[in-house]
C-alpha cells in the first residue's frame, strides 16, 4: 500500500482545493517526496492534513486550540471556508488485508463550523473507529512514527515508559492486535455490566417469579376442579334436566291428550243430548195414538156387524137349505145355535181388548184369527154338499144378494182393517225403535258423561304432575344459574349430556365447590403475567448464557490477542534493539544503544492477621488485563558513560530520537510515513547521515519530508515548493528533480 495523493480543501491556509500527487519513480518504486517552501508559507500544513485525515482528534497535535481551527479562517482579500476538507487516496494492493474490495481507498474527513464532523470511505458514510481500524490493518498510525511531526523526536525520548510502550506497540504492528484486543476488552466489560444487569434484574424477578408461579399452580390446580366440576355438573344437571325435560314431555302429552279426550267427549255428550231432545221431540202424544186406535175399533166394529149379517145370511142359508133337503142335516141346530153364540161372546172379549189403552195388539191379532177359523170351519159345516143335478135346490135370490153385497162390504172393511192394523202395527215398531234408540242414546250419554269426568281428572292430575315437575325444572334452571351459569345455554340444547349421573354426585359437587371456596379467586391476568415474567426471565436466562458464551468466547480472544501481541512484541523487540543499536552507531559514530522493558512490580505477601485492602480492591488478573509494563532507553554516547537519556544534551537526544525512529522504520516498515522538519536540529553532517538513511529505507517506505535540508531535499525524486500569496492562501508547486537530472544529461 502507498499514498497515492491528498486532495485539500479548506484546511488550514489550503482555502482553494489542492491535490499533492505522490507518484512513485520511474521504475515503480517507492520515492522519497520533499515539501519545501519559506517559514510560515504553510507546508506543514500539508504534514497536518495527513494526520488531520487519518483521524487525530488532539487540537495540540494540530498546532491549534479548537476544532475550527483547522478550517480556513479567511484574510482580508479572502473570505473564509464554512468547512475543510481532506481526502487521502491509497493504493490497495492487497484487498485481503484491508478487507476493502478495491484498487483505490479513498478517506475522506470534513468538518464544518457548526462543529459537524463526518468521515467517509470510498464515498461512504464511516466512523473514526472505522477509519482506524482499517489504517491499523493497513500498518499505518496516525499518532506514531507513520507522521512525525516537529517536536514528536524528543517526545520519545522524554515520554514516560508507558507511552512509549504505546509508541513501539503500533510501530511493531501491534494497533490492529491491540484494538481487537481492546474491543474485546471492552466488549468483555460491558458483558460483565450486562451479566450483572441481568442477575439484577433475574434476583428482582425470582421472588415475584416464585409467587406467580405458586399463584399459577394455584390457578392450574382451580381450573382443574373447575374442569372436573364443569364435567360433573354437566353430568348431573345435564341428568336431571333430561329427565326432567323428557317427563315433562311426556306429561304434557298426558295432559293434553286428557284434554282433547275430555273435550271431545264434551262434544259428543252435547251432541248427544241435541239428538235425545230431537228425538224426544219427536215422539207422538197419547191422544193421536188413542184417535187412530179408535178408528182401527170402529172398522172393527162394522166388521162385526157385517159378520152378524152374514151370520145371520149363514143361518138363513141354512134353514133354507135344510128345508130344501130336509133328509141331511149337517149339524144339529142347538149345535150351530151354541156356536154361534161362542162366536159373540168372544167377539165382545175381543171388543174388551181393543178397549183398553194399550192394547195388547198380539193377543188381539191372535183372537181374530182363531175366531175367523172357527167361523170359516162352522162355515163349512154348515154348507151342504153339492146337490145332484136332479137334487139342487135353488137358493133365495135375495140372501145371495145380500150375501154378496155383505162380503163385499166386509171385503172392504177388512181391507181397511188390516190396513190401519199395518200401520198401526209399523208405528207401533216405529216408536218401538224410537224408545230403544232413545234409551241406547241415554245410556251412551251417561257413558260419555263418565268418561269425559274421567278425562277431566286424568288431565287435572297431569297438570299437577306437569306443574310439580315445572317447579323441579325452575329449581334446577336456578341451582345451575347459582353454581354453573355457563351451563344455562348448554341446557337449551338437544345435543346436551345424555349420559347418567352417580348418586353420589351432589356429595362430589359440594366437595369440589368446597374445594374451589379455599383456593380462592385467582385473577386470569396472574397467567398471563406470569408467562410474560417467565418469558422475560427465560430471556433473561438466555441471554445470560449468551453472554457468558461470549465473555468466555472473548476471554479466550483475548488471550489469544494477548499470545500474539507478546510474541510479536518479543520479536519486534529484539530486532528493534539490534537495529536500534546499529543506527546509534551509524549516526555518533559508535557507542551503545539499548532498549529495556520494565519488569513488572512484585508486592510483598501481606503480614499475617492483615488484611491486604488494596489487594482486594486490585482488579484480579485475567485475559482482560495487559500486564506488560514500560519501555526504557539506555544510551552511552561514544567516550562517554552510561548515562540515562534524560542527561543527554539537544543534540544527543535528536540524535537518539532519529536512530530510534529509522530502527522502527528498519524493523516495521510503514507503506508511508510523513516527516515534518525532524531534521531541523542537525547539523550539516548529520544531515547527510539522515539523508542517507531515508533513501536507503526508501525502498521498504515511501516518504514524505518537510525539510529546509539540501542533503534531504536531494535525495528526493518528487519536491513541492509552497508558497503563499498575498491572499494569505498556499499554493502548490512541483518540480520532478529526476525529470530535471535528464535534462541535464541531455
Keep these: ?179 481487537k484486543r481492546t474491543q474485546a476488552v471492552n466488549k468483555m466489560e460491558d458483558s ?35 374442569e372436573e366440576l364443569h364435567a360433573i355438573e354437566k ?44 228425538m224426544e221431540k219427536a215422539t207422538p202424544q197419547a191422544d193421536g195414538f188413542r184417535e187412530h186406535r179408535a178408528k182401527i175399533d170402529a172398522l172393527r166394529e162394522q166388521r162385526l156387524g157385517f159378520r152378524e149379517q152374514e151370520l145371520k145370511l149363514e143361518t138363513k142359508r141354512a134353514v133354507a137349505e135344510v128345508r130344501a133337503e130336509k133328509p141331511w142335516v149337517p149339524l144339529p141346530l142347538t149345535k150351530i145355535i151354541e156356536q154361534v153364540e161362542s162366536f159373540k161372546s168372544r167377539h165382545e172379549s175381543l171388543k174388551d181388548l181393543l178397549a183398553k189403552d194399550t192394547p195388547d195388539l198380539n193377543a188381539i191379532r191372535n183372537q181374530v184369527g182363531s175366531l175367523l177359523t172357527d167361523t170359516q170351519d162352522l162355515i163349512g159345516k154348515l154348507q151342504r154338499p153339492a146337490p145332484e143335478p136332479e137334487k139342487s135346490v135353488i137358493a133365495d135370490a135375495s140372501i145371495d144378494e145380500e150375501w154378496n153385497e155383505i162380503q163385499t162390504q166386509k171385503a172392504a172393511i177388512e181391507a181397511q182393517i188390516k190396513e190401519a192394523e199395518q200401520t198401526l202395527d209399523a208405528w207401533q215398531k216405529e216408536e218401538d225403535g224410537k224408545r230403544s234408540h232413545v234409551f241406547d242414546t241415554q245410556r251412551a250419554l251417561t257413558k260419555l258423561r263418565h268418561d269425559a269426568q274421567s278425562a277431566e281428572r286424568r288431565a287435572s292430575e297431569a297438570s299437577i304432575e306437569l306443574a310439580r315437575l315445572e317447579t323441579r325444572r325452575e329449581g334446577v334452571l336456578a341451582d345451575v344459574r347459582m353454581h354453573a351459569p355457563q351451563l344455562e345455554e348448554e341446557l337449551m340444547r338437544d345435543e346436551f349430556f345424555q349420559g347418567d349421573a352417580p348418586s353420589d354426585t351432589p356429595a362430589k359437587m359440594q366437595r369440589l365447590r368446597s374445594q374451589l371456596e379455599w383456593i380462592g379467586g385467582i385473577d ?66 559508535g557507542g551503545e544503544a539499548q532498549i529495556i522493558e520494565l519488569q513488572p512490580e512484585v508486592k510483598a505477601a501481606p503480614v499475617d492477621g492483615q488484611e491486604d485492602d488494596e489487594e482486594e480492591e486490585e482488579e484480579v488478573a485475567g485475559p482482560g488485563r495487559d500486564e506488560r509494563q514500560g519501555i526504557d532507553i539506555m544510551v552511552t554516547p561514544p567516550g562517554k558513560r552510561f548515562k540515562s537519556i534524560s542527561l543527554l544534551s539537544g543534540g544527543e537526544r535528536a540524535l537518539t530520537s532519529i536512530a530510534l525512529i ?56 518528487l519536491l513541492y515548493g509552497v508558497t503563499m500569496g498575498d491572499d494569505g492562501v498556499s499554493q502548490l508547486l512541483s518540480v520532478s528533480l529526476e525529470e530535471v537530472e535528464k535534462m541535464r544529461n541531455n
Design 662 to 717: 529509522c530502527a522502527i522504520m528498519a524493523t516495521n516498515p510503514s507503506p508511508f510515513v510523513v516527516l515534518d522538519e525532524v531534521d531541523a536540529a542537525l547539523d550539516e553532517t548529520n544531515s547527510r547521515k539522515f539523508a542517507e538513511i531515508v533513501a536507503s529505507l526508501a525502498d521498504k517506505t515511501q516518504f514524505i519530508v518537510v525539510t529546509h535540508n539540501r542533503a534531504t531535499m536531494a535525495k528526493a525524486s
Design 192 to 226: 460483565r455490566k450486562n451479566i450483572g444487569q441481568i442477575e439484577l434484574m433475574m434476583n428482582e424477578l425470582g421472588p415475584r417469579l416464585s409467587l406467580l408461579e405458586k399463584q399459577v399452580k394455584r390457578l392450574a390446580e382451580r381450573e382443574r376442579i373447575e
Design 524 to 589: 386470569p391476568e396472574t397467567v398471563k403475567e406470569y408467562e410474560e415474567t417467565k418469558k422475560r426471565a427465560d430471556e433473561l436466562d438466555i441471554q445470560l448464557n449468551d453472554i457468558r458464551d461470549g465473555l468466555r468466547a472473548l476471554e479466550t480472544i483475548v488471550g489469544e490477542l494477548d499470545s500474539t501481541i507478546n510474541e510479536r512484541a518479543k520479536h519486534a523487540f529484539e530486532r528493534l534493539n539490534k537495529e536500534f543499536a546499529r543506527y546509534f552507531k551509524t549516526l555518533f559514530g
Design 1 to 179: 500500500m502507498s499514498l497515492k495523493r491528498i486532495e485539500i480543501q479548506g484546511f488550514k491556509t489550503f482555502a482553494q482545493k489542492t491535490t499533492v500527487e505522490f507518484r512513485p519513480d520511474a521504475g515503480g518504486q517507492r520515492t522519497v517526496t520533499a515539501v519545501v517552501g519559506p517559514n510560515g508559507s504553510g507546508k506543514s500544513n500539508i504534514a497536518d492534513a495527513i494526520r488531520w485525515v487519518m483521524g487525530e482528534q488532539s487540537l495540540r497535535l494540530l498546532r491549534g486550540k479548537k476544532s475550527e481551527d483547522v478550517i480556513f479562517s479567511g484574510t482580508e482579500k479572502r473570505a473564509r471556508s464554512g468547512f475543510a476538507e481532506v481526502t487521502m487516496v491509497l493504493d490497495n494492493p492487497d484487498t485481503e488485508k484491508t478487507g476493502v474490495g478495491t484498487e483505490e481507498i479513498q478517506i475522506t474527513r470534513r468538518l464544518y463550523r457548526d462543529g459537524q464532523s463526518e468521515y467517509e470511505v470510498n464515498k461512504q458514510g464511516a466512523r473514526l473507529s472505522d477509519v482506524a481500524l482499517l489504517l491499523a490493518q493497513a500498518g499505518i498510525g496516525q499518532r506514531t512514527y507513520s507522521v512525525i511531526g516537529q517536536g514528536m523526536i524528543d517526545q520519545v525520548l522524554v515520554a514516560s515508559p508507558m507511552e512509549r510502550r504505546e509508541f513501539f506497540d503500533e510501530a511493531f504492528g501491534l494497533k490492529p492486535f491491540q484494538m
Design 235 to 278: 353430568a348431573y344437571y345435564g341428568h336431571e334436566w333430561r329427565n326432567l325435560d323428557v317427563n315433562i314431555k311426556v306429561m304434557t302429552a298426558k295432559f293434553q291428550f286428557a284434554k282433547n279426550e275430555e273435550v271431545g267427549l264434551e262434544a259428543q255428550a252435547q251432541e248427544l243430548e241435541s239428538k235425545l231432545t230431537e
